[in-house]
């Protein structure tokens, strides 16, 4: 089955530097890749995704790259901020409901 | 909208006693999920249902787990009997009807305790 690897687990960065986070999939029949963003106490929530006819995504200060020969998808971030620091969560799925999640990654933008 | 629905927050329970985790998804929603949380194995999709039928249950433990959807506003998830390592955060999520690539909205999770 579908296996979902990202790293870092933790993440470190100050205020105004970009912070990176990559995942790599197993499965190549995988076509859509959603990333969550979960805050101390809260459910996860969508802040971008993308789909395997697509190379790189962009919303503001958040962009996703999507590297399919190689099987590995990355979110970058922008001029963090503190409301930044969060656990974010990558994920793919064959077009189904049912998606894999990675482990997750703390990023914590210090002040 | 409130969202999705999850009750209770908190839940703390001893080991072999019964426990209902409840959901009401956002209205429209057709796909609900339950989701668990662990800091071992991460987020887990256990059971998803879609018009209120189970589509896929894989996910599900062992037997000791039952999830049921009477209709298209609620949902609960059961576990009996209850173990310690059945603690964790338990997560409904809904989406709206379309494709596999339809953002999923969680609720805020039950936190289960099983002393």
Redesign the interface.
Same mark, same amino acid.
């Given at each position: 089955g579908e296996n979902v690897e990202q790293h870092p687990s933790t993440l470190s960065v100050q205020e105004g530097d970009s912070a990176v986070i990559k995942c790599t999939y197993s499965d190549s029949a995988s076509n859509y890749f959603p990333w969550y963003k979960q805050e101390l106490g809260k459910g996860p929530q969508l802040i971008i995704d993308i789909r395997s006819n697509v190379g790189e995504k962009k919303d503001q200060r958040i962009a996703v790259t999507l590297n399919k020969t190689a099987k590995h998808f990355s979110l970058h971030i922008t001029e963090t901020q503190p409301e930044d620091s969060a656990v974010y969560f990558c994920a793919a799925s064959k077009g189904t409901y049912k998606y894999i999640f990675g482990t997750g990654t703390r990023l914590k933008v210090l002040a | 909208d409130a969202g999705?629905i999850q009750s209770p927050r908190h839940e703390v329970t001893e080991m072999g006693q019964e426990v209902t985790l409840r959901c009401k998804p956002i209205s429209g929603h057709d796909?609900l %999920?339950w989701y668990r949380q662990t800091m071992m194995r991460?987020?887990?999709?256990l059971i998803?249902f *879609?018009n209120n039928v189970p589509?896929?249950d894989s996910g599900m433990p062992e037997d000791r787990f039952s999830a049921k959807m009477p209709n298209a506003s609620f949902s609960t998830l059961k576990i009996q009997p209850s173990e310690p390592r059945d603690s964790a955060v338990y %997560?409904c999520?809904s989406?709206p009807p379309g494709?596999?690539? *339809?953002?999923?909205y %969680?609720?805020?999770?039950t936190r289960l305790t099983v002393t």
């Open positions: - | 999705v796909y %999920f991460g987020l887990e999709l998803y *879609n589509i896929d %997560f999520a989406s494709g596999g690539s *339809n953002e999923q %969680f609720g805020p999770g």
